[in-house]
Each structure stands twice: as structure tokens, then as C-alpha cells.
T-cell receptor, first 120, second 112 residues
Framework: AQKITQTQPGMFVQEKEAVTLDCTYDTSDQSYGLFWYKQPSSGEMIFLIYQGSYDEQNATEGRYSLNFQKARKSANLVISASQLGDSAMYFCAMREGLLGSGGSNYKLTFGKGTLLTVNP | GAVVSQHPSWVICKSGTSVKIECRSLDFQATTMFWYRQFPKQSLMLMATSNEGSKATYEQGVEKDKFLINHASLTLSTLTVTSAHPEDSSFYIC????????FGPGTRLTVL
């Protein structure tokens, strides 16, 4: 079974500073995908970034980067130059199999989330 | 990107009534849709996996007779909360799968 652990219920960061949100995972699969989602107070789930288990380079998407340490089974999200609009709940998730590998019915396993507050 | 809609975005109903929530993939066909439930300040909990033209697969502990799921077409899945009670009040989110899961905006259900 897959498991995602987010140990930080809440995090605070000053505007314009960088922040790291922790995520560790457990799986017996060799092929898997890791995701980060942002959920503002409106409730929508916003996809931020994806890392495949065989990707050697850390994924980056604008101000978001994923610090992937496979041996430690960690997939931390780094947000650079925080903005007030980054205040939200952040969820780490994983699925069996890689994106683009075909098939369907790929369930996502979510962590409990980290509430990020960006202070002006 | 792929767009998924949900209707209604919020609903208030009386205890004992049934409520139907629609999930539509607007610009793609999804053979699989997922339904999640989220309580305040908690994570998303998968309720069921819905495949077009077949019965939904429910997660352990989810009452299939209470949460009826229908996936009649490749772009529409519905979740009906039957005989709703206050403890069913929650945020319900669907996602549609096209290689990855694309999430709807969610439906906030309040049962009085």
C-alpha cells in the first residue's frame, strides 16, 4: 500500500522568502508518480508539479521545484519568492505508475496537507 | 488544460432528502472519474472510482447504497447522496482521468 506523510500541519513564511514543504512517501512500487497540489480557501485543487520515479532531474515549474530524494523517499516542495497568494493548503500525493504510461484507474494517495501562511 | 466542472457548487438541503452532484469533463472524454470527500481542515478521502458503463468501485467503509454513483457517459458522472443527514455535510470533489486526474471545483453540501 502507498502512504504519504506530511509532518508539517502549518508553516509560516515571510513574503519574498523561500519555503520548503516536506513530504515523505512509502511504496513498494518501482514506477510511481509524485504530485503536489495547492488548495486555496475556495476549495479547488490546483496541480503544481509532478515528478516521476525514474526522473533523474528535479522537476521545476516556475517558482515551484520538487526536491526529489529517492533513496530517502522524500519529495519536498520548494516555493521560491513566496507571495501572499501562495497562502493555501498544500497536498502531496502519489500514484502507482508513471504519467503517460497508459491505462486508467490510477488512484491518488494524499497526505494530510500543510497549511502555508505567507506573511506580508 | 483539461477542464472539469461540478454542479452545483454548493447546496443546502433538509435532512432526509436526496442530493445529486454532477461532474463533467468539458473538453475531453474520461473513462474513469473519481469521487472524493473532504472534511474541514482534512485531506481528500477517496470514496469511489467510477468507470463509464460499469458499476462504481467503492472504498472500504463507504456505503454504496447511500452514495449512488452513475457514470453513464464518457463526460458525465453523478453522485447522489440519498437520505442525507447532517453528518453527510462535507465538500465533495470529483476528478476525471485523462492520463492524469483533473479536478472539479468541488461541491459544498450542507444538510440541515
Amino acid at each position: 500500500a502507498q502512504k504519504i506523510t506530511q509532518t508539517q500541519p502549518g508553516m509560516f513564511v515571510q513574503e519574498k522568502e523561500a519555503v520548503t514543504l516536506d513530504c515523505t512517501y512509502d511504496t513498494s512500487d518501482q514506477s510511481y508518480g509524485l504530485f503536489w497540489y495547492k488548495q486555496p480557501s475556495s476549495g479547488e485543487m490546483i496541480f503544481l508539479i509532478y515528478q516521476g520515479s525514474y526522473d533523474e532531474q528535479n522537476a521545476t515549474e516556475g517558482r515551484y521545484s520538487l526536491n526529489f530524494q529517492k533513496a530517502r523517499k522524500s519529495a519536498n516542495l520548494v516555493i521560491s519568492a513566496s507571495q501572499l497568494g501562495d497562502s493555501a493548503m498544500y497536498f502531496c500525493a502519489m500514484r502507482e505508475g508513471l504519467l503517460g504510461s497508459g491505462g486508467s484507474n490510477y488512484k491518488l494517495t494524499f497526505g494530510k496537507g500543510t497549511l502555508l501562511t505567507v506573511n506580508p | 488544460g483539461a477542464v472539469v466542472s461540478q454542479h452545483p457548487s454548493w447546496v443546502i438541503c433538509k435532512s432526509g432528502t436526496s442530493v445529486k452532484i454532477e461532474c463533467r469533463s468539458l473538453d475531453f472524454q474520461a473513462t474513469t472519474m473519481f469521487w472524493y470527500r473532504q472534511f474541514p481542515k482534512q485531506s481528500l478521502m477517496l470514496m469511489a472510482t467510477s468507470n463509464e458503463g460499469s458499476k462504481a468501485t467503492y472504498e472500504q467503509g463507504v456505503e454504496k447504497d447511500k452514495f449512488l454513483i452513475n457514470h453513464a457517459s464518457l463526460t458525465l458522472s453523478t453522485l447522489t447522496v440519498t437520505s442525507a443527514h447532517p453528518e453527510d455535510s462535507s465538500f465533495y470533489i470529483c476528478s476525471a482521468e485523462y492520463n492524469e486526474q483533473f479536478f472539479g471545483p468541488g461541491t459544498r453540501l450542507t444538510v440541515l
